[in-house]
């Protein structure tokens, strides 16, 4: 069983940056493959970014390769997602989730966070 808390979110100018955290709970965080994920108003929760046990692969959707960086600090029961050069369709609810049941990108994970609103204005 793993419980996880989201912070870091926030109004932010497009261009700029933000960098989320995601706080786990529980002795298993450092088996867990980790995602990253967002959902805007009226569309649906779409994959974000990705990020293995050890830290050692990393996946990204098409939409933020280049921009954003998920990276992980196990000592610390903590993910990240660092977020540059925001646009403003990146504004939605991120949320991070452990474990997934299939792959990384699908919506398929056993444990998931309450959600931090990012809105990025133009």
């Known amino acids: 069983q793993v419980h996880l808390v989201e912070s870091g979110g926030g109004l932010v100018q497009t261009g700029g940056s933000l960098r989320l955290s995601c706080a786990a709970s529980?002795?298993?965080?450092?088996?867990?493959?980790m995602g990253w994920f967002r959902q805007a108003p009226g569309k649906e929760r779409e994959f974000v970014a990705a990020?293995?046990?050890?830290?050692?692969?990393?996946y990204y959707a098409d939409s933020v390769k280049g921009r954003f960086t998920v990276s992980r600090d196990n000592a610390k029961n903590t993910v990240y997602l660092q977020m540059n050069s925001l646009k403003p369709e990146d504004t939605a609810v991120y949320y991070c989730?452990?474990?997934?049941?299939?792959?990384?990108?699908?919506?398929?994970?056993?444990?998931w966070g309450q959600g931090t609103q990012v809105t990025v204005s133009s």
């Open positions: 529980g002795r298993a965080f450092t088996s867990y493959h």
């Open positions: 990020i293995t046990y050890s830290g050692g692969h990393t």
């Open positions: 989730a452990a474990d997934p049941t299939g792959a990384y990108s699908e919506n398929e994970y056993n444990y």
